[in-house]
T-cell receptor, first 111, second 112 residues
């Protein structure tokens, strides 16, 4: 069935380190792909999206490219900050527009 | 300018009681959704609605009831709460033109 697999956390990095959070999906057709971020005690916020193959979503220094051939949508950032500490969710939307989420990856950035 | 709001933000209830979680959005979005968030499971879809008076089950609908008589409101009712329904509940909405969703702040529900 449809599913999203994310790397398990927590991911602990020092400030200014490079970040990669892996995400792969299993879905029929060509879904839209998303990264959402959840800061402590808050709801989810859309971070970036891509709606077709080879699209690159970007926001706040984060990037992810829709790779149809590998069914992946890895999140990257060149230099993380303490303020990036949060839980990151990969998700895709298809058909009825509901989202299927991965289990989330907690990122901890140390000063 | 409120966007999407949920109430209450925190709720403690006893097993067997009925409880209703409220969700209100000001964008006139057609789609509304209820998810629950549990450790290790990410978010799972409970119910969704494509428009007023149109609702459908998601991945984990058992024990929940929804209604949508007005576009802006989408209440979720636990008819007889169980401990396994202790969770954080998120409401979300989305328009017909794009696939992304916008989330409320969540309701933390504890069933004792």
């Amino acid at each position: 069935g449809n599913s999203v697999t994310q790397m398990e956390g927590p991911v602990t990095l020092s400030e200014e380190a490079f970040l990669t959070i892996n995400c792969t999906y299993t879905a029929t057709g060509y879904p839209s792909l998303f990264w959402y971020v959840q800061y402590p005690g808050e709801g989810l916020q859309l971070l970036l999206k891509a709606t077709k193959a080879d699209d690159k979503g970007s926001n706040k220094g984060f990037e992810a490219t829709y790779r149809k051939e590998t069914t992946s949508f890895h999140l990257e950032k060149g230099s993380v900050q303490v303020s990036d500490s949060a839980v990151y969710f990969c998700a895709f939307s298809w058909g009825r527009r509901a989202l299927t989420f991965g289990s989330g990856t907690r990122l901890q950035v140390q000063p | 300018d409120a966007g999407i709001t949920q109430s209450p933000r925190y709720k403690i209830t006893e097993t067997g009681r009925q409880v209703t979680l409220m969700c209100h959005q000001t964008w006139s979005h057609s789609y509304m959704f209820w998810y629950r968030q549990d450790l290790g499971h990410g978010l799972r879809l409970i119910y969704y609605s494509a428009a007023a008076d149109i609702t459908d089950k998601g991945e984990v609908p058992d024990g929940y009831v929804v209604s949508r008589s007005k576009t802006e409101n989408f209440p979720l009712t636990l008819e007889s709460a169980t401990r396994s329904q202790t969770s954080v509940y998120f409401c979300a909405s989305g328009s017909t033109s794009v696939y992304e969703q916008y989330f409320g702040p969540g309701t933390r529900l504890t069933v004792t």
